[in-house]
């Protein structure tokens, strides 16, 4: 098969198992889908629903002691079997990372340029002085104002936006195929936000790599991905287009997680609608649809064994077997 | 006429910034200026603006964690920051303080029921079983369960339960104003949302008023009756909710709804 034939991305079945106080537990129970190249996709979900961790897996920095099952191929390579130093080779090489806290993802000790051009110099072998001029073009890329200065400075004299701005750049350096951006946003005010996430956006269009984007924030998602993925323990529930997922929420744990949301125009001391209940732990996932003692539709059924998918429409999956009971609210 | 609960009066804080070399002179930065309003009791005035904007300079002038550089914050009718260290100590029982990060505002080695009680300590006629009891009725009041609760130790709680946790803490002294500094931003969508009607569930029953500060318009637009706009530690905008994010009267107002996302099929770009 040509690499044009298959997506970029294509995870099957993917399961991770960690050690935990109560034995080994079941993180992610078969997280299944695909991302074409230039293509955005979007994981939403509570704490504790798979989101971190399905990144952690593409990124193969699972801890040490965690067991991966199904697939994960990345332009047609199986990456679940690769080993460390075949991993390293292709993160910040074809897959670039942008986390929650460019605090901690930048080093406190080295220049803003010489963090740029570790990746160039690793993965391209660019020597020092090329590297450095890649170093400024990305930054004046991502936009930080005096760039050239800038190169010379120490993360502590950047604000939260500029931090942002420069993991960005890292992430970018060496022209990934995918870009994983894990709650990149959530630390910075609403302004920086959509600056942030509007630079994502506008590079994703000129470079043609795909965005996998991980926040719990559904408005963030509407507006910067064309598929959205809802997870909840260790799977995903509902998946499909953007706006089909929000305007159906076929999932009740998808239209839980809407009717909690805070949106403008509520009246002054609305109560919001909760879900009952919270994430189970690990070791008290139940055996059948992990949302069943949160869901006011589970009955046995949904108890005895996890849900089969079912087609809401063309491209719009949802494992629950009473989805179709309820009509959107 | 009783004063109203709260009243800020032309606050301002300067902070100095380092010289740039020795033979320059020493400038310095307003990080707060001018800033007035009043809070009457039971109502929710919301504090928005970017980050930088004196939004958490505010909370803790308005805390009496730091002094002012000008400007005066009455607490009914007393003045704070004129108060002696003693008087301002007993003071505090009327105005708490909820942070943000319910990870970083609990101590890990004290049980929950010596955390929510911490805050009576100053109150020296207390003993020990009275200030436990109050604290079990703190916690029934947030929702938790004192029998089991009371004795356990934060980690062994989730994000949401020890907001509530921090909420209770801040409620033992019957306080009347509560300083919340984004209460629920490092909360997930459907615990936000639990802290939220609790929140609005204590105030009704306590009559409490909180000062909340929140960069997410969404919120403030559910929980407050009064906002202040803070740009550059300046007021650039001051109304009931309705009307500054339904009619903005400043640009300035106007740039932080418009950073509110959109769904990519309502604005194309």
């Not at chain 1, 839980?256 to 189970?280: Q, S």
């Not at chain 2, 300035?252 to 194309?268: C, D, F, I």
Request: charged share 25%.
């Amino acid at each position: 098969m040509t690499e044009a034939a298959q997506p970029l991305l294509q995870v099957r079945d993917l399961t991770v198992t960690l050690p935990t106080a109560h034995g080994p537990q079941a993180a992610l129970r078969g997280v299944s889908f695909a991302l074409e190249r230039g293509a955005t996709l979007g994981l939403v979900g509570e704490s504790g629903c798979g989101k971190s961790l399905t990144a952690l897996a593409l990124m193969g920095l699972l801890p040490d002691r965690a067991e991966v099952g199904g697939s994960i191929r990345l332009a047609g390579q199986e990456l679940t079997a690769l080993d460390d130093t075949a991993w390293a080779r292709l993160r910040g090489d074809r897959i670039g990372m942008v986390f929650q806290e460019p605090m901690t993802a930048l080093n406190p000790v080295h220049r803003i340029g010489d963090q740029i051009a570790e990746p160039l110099r690793l993965h391209r072998g660019l020597d020092r002085a090329a590297a450095r001029a890649e170093a400024l073009r990305l930054l004046e890329r991502v936009r930080l104002p005096r760039a050239r200065e800038r190169l010379d400075a120490w993360p502590h004299e950047l604000s939260g936006g500029q931090r942002q701005r420069v993991v960005i750049a890292i992430a970018l350096a060496c022209g990934p195929d995918l870009l994983l951006a894990d709650e990149p946003t959530t630390a910075l005010d609403a302004t920086l936000q959509r600056e942030v996430l509007d630079l994502l956006d506008e590079l994703r269009r000129d470079t043609g790599m795909a965005l996998l984007l991980i926040s719990h924030n559904l408005d963030v998602m509407a507006a910067h991905v064309e598929q959205l993925a809802v997870m909840y323990g260790g799977r995903i529930v509902e998946h499909g287009p953007t706006r089909a997922v929000f305007e159906r929420r076929a999932h009740p744990y998808t239209r839980g997680l809407f009717a909690a949301r805070p949106r403008l125009g509520l009246a002054r001391g609305t109560r919001l609608a909760t879900i009952p209940g919270r994430v189970p732990a690990l070791h008290e996932m139940p055996p059948g649809c992990a949302f069943a003692d949160r869901c006011a539709l589970a009955d046995a059924d949904c108890r005895r064994a996890a849900p089969p998918v079912a087609a809401v429409a063309r491209g719009h999956d949802v494992h629950c077997l009473h989805w179709a009971r309820e009509a959107p609210p | 006429m009783t004063a109203p609960l709260l009243q800020v009066r032309g606050l301002g804080k300067r902070y100095p910034l380092p010289r740039p070399h020795p033979f320059a002179a020493r400038e310095s930065v307003d990080a707060l200026a001018d800033v007035s309003f009043t809070l009457e009791a039971g109502r929710t005035l919301g504090v928005v603006g970017e980050s930088g904007s004196g939004k958490s300079t505010l909370a803790r002038l308005v805390m009496a964690l730091e002094p002012p550089s000008a400007g005066t914050v009455l607490l009914d009718g007393r003045d704070l920051h004129a108060l002696a260290a003693p008087a301002l100590r007993q003071a505090r029982r009327d105005f708490q303080m909820v942070f943000q990060d319910p990870y970083a505002s609990l101590d890990p080695r004290r049980t929950v029921w010596r955390t929510v009680a911490e805050p009576l300590e100053a109150l020296a006629a207390l003993g020990r079983p009275e200030r436990r009891e109050r604290a079990a009725a703190m916690l029934e009041a947030v929702g938790l369960n004192p029998a089991a609760d009371l004795d356990k130790y934060p980690h062994e709680f989730s994000g949401g339960q020890r907001q509530r946790i921090a909420i209770a803490r801040a409620l033992v002294t019957q306080p009347r104003l509560i300083v919340a500094d984004e209460p629920v931003s490092a909360l997930d969508v459907s615990v936000q949302a639990q802290v939220l009607n609790l929140m609005q569930d204590l105030q009704d029953r306590f009559g409490l008023a909180y000062l909340f500060i929140s960069h997410d318009l969404a919120v403030v637009d559910l929980v407050c009756d009064d906002l202040l706009v803070l740009q550059h530690g300046r007021v650039v905008e001051h109304g009931a909710t309705d009307a500054v994010l339904r009619a903005p009267a400043q640009a300035y107002t106007r740039s932080l709804l418009e950073a509110v996302p959109r769904p990519l099929w309502q604005h194309p770009r």
